[in-house]
């Protein structure tokens, strides 16, 4: 972290595919927004918040699958934060069992954008903390991806990942679009922004731009 020792950033590994959740706190502005809610991650951030005497005030969705969405309405019931999405997926937040792409052994809690969509080009500040929105189609038909050109961080959801990328042979997903997302939206960063994403381990925009198979 950068300059500024109230800002943090708190990951929560989670849900039956080991789903990544991130927590961003400024502990002076007493906020915090979580991005990406996976099954059974709102109680841990729920006792980061605690922790760090900040109040949940934002859910950011990268995208809709389930296993991002999963413990959504559950953190917004008990922090009183208001969720916010892409408009092209919220369709699965409203119906969310019937969008799983396979049974799960439990049932999903339907949860919806009460506090509005998110489009590439937008900005959003939580605290110190200034987000710009990156639509990033191509895994799902809304994913977008979150920029912190100060820290130089991305939250890039099932977007992009170390050596891969987002699978896209689930409904809403297209693989030329996915890849050109990456290409248009996420290669254009500077080669030290770290990438948070989704699923597995951290890596750098350089690094994949130069050695992810899926885009050399």
Known sequence: MAQNESLKIFPVE???????????????????????????????????????????????????????????????????????????DEYRMSEPNKYTGFPLPFTLEACHADGGYLRGGDTLSVGAWVLEVRHTPGHTEGGICFIDHARKLAFVGDTLFAGSIGRTDLPGGDHETLLNAIRTELFPLDDDFIVFPGHGERTRIGVERRTNPFLV
């Open 14 to 88: 989670s849900g039956p595919v080991a789903t990544f959740g991130y927590m961003i706190s400024d502990s002076a502005a007493g906020v915090a927004a979580v991005i990406d809610v996976p099954i059974d991650s709102a109680d841990h951030f729920l006792e980061a918040a605690k922790q760090e005497n900040v109040r949940i005030t934002h859910i950011l969705l990268t995208h809709s699958h389930w296993d991002h969405t999963g413990d959504a309405a559950k953190l917004q019931r008990a922090s009183g934060a208001h969720i916010y999405v892409h408009p092209d």
